[in-house]
């Protein structure tokens, strides 16, 4: 319970909390409308889809704002002397920016508040900056793990079932982070239409990342 109360007390928290709920209601209505196929939509089914409605727009609303946060952070944390090396950082804060910025437009026409816009154009703008962000990410996670195993093949580890087991027990920040990006990366791009994947794939990846994303706040040693 103080763990609950504890991550409550965190927007950052909520957030997660909230989007590990959306995506297991997700994977839950998705595999009960895949065994009912042919069959009348039951009651469950249509209470866990409002429920990730209602999720998924609490979310967006919790996030009012931070796009221009991030974009701010991105700018100003730029050092010219180091910026090959924080490339994919800089570049994964920025599309996240964007990504935030192009939601809260999509939150905003959803809502009703500004009804002259296509929710589904920005969504799709939306859907793109995430991509990019994960992508850039995913960039860094694969370069961080690159070096790590041309580190270790140099040392006394010959055998690759030891390197990747080494990497695994010293480097779990950075695992935790790939295994996150590396679910997260297919729901912009089955959004956008790039890859087909079921709405119960989707809600079990989404519900992964989300614990991935949980297990830092909870346990501060492995934010990477």
Sequence with gaps: M?????????????????????????????SKEASNRGTKTTESIQVLKLIEGILSSFRKLLRFGKGFEVLYA??????MKQLSQQLFIVLGKVSSGLFLLADHVVWLSRSG??????????????N????????????RDLQELYRLTLYYSR??????????SVIY???KPLVVDTVKNVCDV????NGLGYVKVSNQTIGILGAISSIMGLLPLIYPRLKF
Excluded: H
């Excluded at 991105?74 to 050092?79: K, R």
């Excluded at 297919?186 to 791009?189: A, C, H, K, T, V």
């Design 186 to 189: 297919f729901i912009p791009l």
């Design 113 to 126: 508040i500004s009804k002259g816009v296509d929710a589904t154009e920005w969504l799709a703008r939306s």
């Design 2 to 30: 103080d763990l609950i109360i504890k991550l409550n007390s965190q927007t950052v928290g909520k957030d997660k909390i909230a989007r590990l709920v959306q995506y297991s209601c997700r994977a839950l209505w998705a």
């Design 74 to 79: 991105a700018g100003s944390s730029v050092e």
């Design 169 to 171: 027990n010293e480097n």
């Design 128 to 139: 793109r900056f995430w991509l990019i962000s994960i992508a850039m990410n995913l960039c």
């Design 155 to 164: 040392s006394n580890i010959r055998n690759l079932a030891q390197t990747v």
